[in-house]
């Protein structure tokens, strides 16, 4: 048994006036779904990119979450700070640091404990 509904409507890509058979089309042709479809799939893998600054910060987090003990590289990029300024502190007395050979180490948890305090 077939239908025979006939209803005028609006491609909701184009724009255009088409009949439709079915109370449920939204485009004219096919040709406009692919396209509504392709457009529809584009903003939603836009919207799912965090922004630039969050992704930085977010892999900072990362990053840094599961070591315990920094380099002064790696201190420089958490703290936001030069490393002479890393190196007058670690100087001055202000935030501890180990020497292993030549290599200079920061405990994450002193760092925790300057800035909570």
Not at 39 to 59: G, M, T, W
């Amino acid at each position: 048994m077939s239908s025979n509904i006939r209803i005028e409507k609006v491609c909701q890509h184009c724009g255009n006036e088409f009949v439709a058979k079915t109370t449920v089309t939204k485009y004219c042709s096919d040709v406009c779904a692919k396209r509504a479809y392709k457009a529809r799939k584009k903003r939603e893998k836009i919207q799912s990119v965090n922004k630039p600054d969050k992704q930085k910060a977010d892999y900072r987090k990362n990053k840094f979450a599961e070591k315990q003990y920094l380099s002064i590289a790696e201190t420089c990029q958490l703290l936001g700070a030069s490393r002479m300024t890393l190196y007058r502190q670690i100087k001055k007395g202000a935030i501890p640091a180990t020497k292993i050979g030549r290599r200079t180490i920061i405990k994450k948890s002193e760092l925790d404990k300057i800035f909570t305090s």
